[in-house]
């Protein structure tokens, strides 16, 4: 579809429209359309933008990241079909690879989805492998790479299905999230929640990051500590509360 630049939900409609193309590439699972919809009403509710929430989130993931021994960036349909340049470029700055990581189980989907990030500039993407696999959880998302998630001391897990970041925190891993709903279970497990559209956020948190390259470790580290997860979510729900009132 051909949405005019002048539409007044031009970013709306054309996000939507990336799902769709996502679906019918093979990239996209059917249930990222009803994902997607769920998000759209929180992004209602945020008010379409970065909020300073979402913003104080994304500096502490971008020190954490930095300051990360092994990093790796967990890629689902949604999130391939929405940003695929911009997870190459975060994997290409942070020098870790991307994991294909999806929920509705689909061999052909997996390598969809590695074959569309290379065309965008990635270079390491790495599938899950069969005889791998993560404790704590029963989906198909335990199901993980030796060189990925396996091994991984910080995981960014954005666009997440729920259940999988609770058993990587029993793992032993920190897990960062981007999720629209501050009250999903992802977001309130998860180590730091950025609560914002993926499509907002990515950019940003590359931004940040190539910022805090400069910085020394124990300036990363103090960033990291000021940080509390809890009363950032706290933060967002009454931003949400105050818009709807
Ligand atoms: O590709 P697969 O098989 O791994 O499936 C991916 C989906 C997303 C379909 C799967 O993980 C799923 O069903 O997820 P949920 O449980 O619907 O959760 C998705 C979360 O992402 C919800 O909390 C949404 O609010 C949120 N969300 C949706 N779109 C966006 C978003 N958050 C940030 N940016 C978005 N654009």
New binding site residues.
């Given amino acids: 579809m051909k949405i005019p630049k002048s539409h007044p939900r031009y970013n709306s409609l054309r ?1 939507r429209d990336l799902i769709v193309k996502g679906v019918e590439k093979g990239i ?2 059917i ?2 359309l ?3 919809g ?3 009403s ?2 209602y509710l945020i008010g379409e933008k970065t909020n300073d929430f979402a913003k104080i989130s994304i500096d502490s993931a971008a020190a954490l990241l930095l300051l990360a021994k092994y990093p790796v960036i967990s890629v ?3 999130a391939a079909a ?1 940003v695929p340049k911009e997870l190459a470029e975060l994997s290409k700055i942070l020098g870790c690879p991307l994991e294909v ?4 189980t689909s061999k052909l ?1 997996e390598i969809k989805i590695k074959k569309y990030l290379k065309k965008f500039g990635a270079k390491n993407v790495l599938l899950p492998q069969k005889y791998t696999k993560i404790k704590f959880l029963e989906s198909n ?1 335990k199901y993980t790479n030796s060189n990925g998630i396996l091994k991984a001391d910080v995981v960014f897990v ?5 259940d999988r970041a609770e058993a990587l925190i029993k793992n032993g891993k920190k897990i960062i999230t ?4 501050p009250l ?1 279970r ?2 309130q497990m998860a180590t730091i929640s950025i609560i ?4 907002r ?1 990515i950019p940003l948190l590359i931004k940040t990051i190539k910022q805090y390259r400069k910085n020394n470790r124990d300036k990363l580290k103090k960033i990291i500590k000021k940080y509390n997860n809890k009363n950032n979510l706290k933060k967002s729900l009454n931003y949400i509360f105050q818009n709807l009132s």
């Fill in positions: 996000t996209t699972s249930h990222g009803i994902a997607h769920r998000g759209e929180f992004d689902n349909g949604n929405l990581n999806i929920f509705h989907r998302r954005p666009l997440e299905d729920g981007i999720d629209l709903n999903s992802t977001a914002d559209n993926i499509t956020g």
